[in-house]
T-cell receptor, first 111, second 117 residues
Framework: AQKVTQAQTEISVVEKEDVTLDCVYETRDTTYYLFWYKQPPSGELVFLIR??????QNEISGRYSWNFQKSTSSFNFTITASQVVDSAVYFCALTDYKLSFGAGTTVTVRA | NAGVTQTPKFQVLKTGQSMTLQCAQD?????MYWYRQDPGMGLRLIYYSASEGTTDKGEVPNGYNVSRLNKREFSLRLESAAPSQTSVYFC????????????????FGEGSRLTVL
């Protein structure tokens, strides 16, 4: 069985602070994919990134960066210089044949 | 592009009533899914359909039935609604479903908020 744990329930920061979201996963598969999704207050789910289990390179996209470490089964997500528009629930997810989600981390960015 | 369309967006039911949530995708995807979202629990898979003509149970299938009507449409039915089924339901689709090889991003609908009194 696969499992995704997001230990942080809520994070509150002041605008321009960096925020890191933790994600730890469990799977018996050697081939799998990890995802991050964002759910803003409007409720839709927005795809942010997909990484496969063979590619441990970190990735940066604008103010977003991801740190994938297979040795610790972690796929952490950092928002640099946070903005109010980053306020949302962020989900980490893992897939073999289906997508399993973590419980989500609510990020509140205060002006 | 409509993507994934769910109807209705909001519904209030009384305990014991039945209803069907409709989902349609226009991306020619093979696989479709129904999730429910509850506070503090993330999204949990109810049922999925790997391809037209097949359906399988997910984590929380009890109290639900599904129909993959054709490649585009995947409906979720509550035969006798219970207050525990109060939730936000998301339909999603992806190009393919594969054991250990699912590269497909899931595309989600906007969600359907269901309240059972």
């Amino acid at each position: 069985a696969q499992k995704v744990t997001q230990a942080q329930t809520e994070i509150s920061v002041v605008e321009k602070e960096d925020v890191t979201l933790d994600c730890v996963y469990e799977t018996r598969d050697t081939t799998y994919y990890l995802f991050w999704y964002k759910q803003p207050p409007s409720g839709e789910l927005v795809f942010l990134i997909r990484r496969n289990s063979f590619d441990e390179q970190n990735e940066i996209s604008g103010r977003y960066s991801w740190n994938f470490q297979k040795s610790t089964s972690s796929f952490n997500f950092t928002i640099t210089a946070s903005q109010v528009v980053d306020s949302a629930v962020y989900f980490c997810a893992l897939t073999d044949y289906k997508l399993s989600f973590g419980a989500g981390t609510t990020v509140t960015v205060r002006a | 592009n409509a993507g994934v369309t769910q109807t209705p967006k909001f519904q209030v039911l009384k305990t014991g009533q039945s209803m069907t949530l409709q989902c349609a995708q226009d991306m020619n995807h093979n696989s479709m899914y129904w999730y429910r979202q509850d506070p503090g629990m993330g999204l949990r898979l109810i049922y999925y359909s790997a391809s037209e003509g097949t359906t399988d149970k997910g984590e929380v299938p009890n109290g639900y039935n599904v129909s993959r009507l054709n490649k585009r449409e995947f409906s979720l039915r509550l035969e006798s609604a219970a207050p525990s089924q109060t939730s936000v339901y998301f339909c999603a689709s992806s190009e393919a479903l594969g054991g250990g090889a699912n590269t497909g991003e899931l595309f989600f609908g906007e969600g359907s908020r269901l309240t059972v009194l």
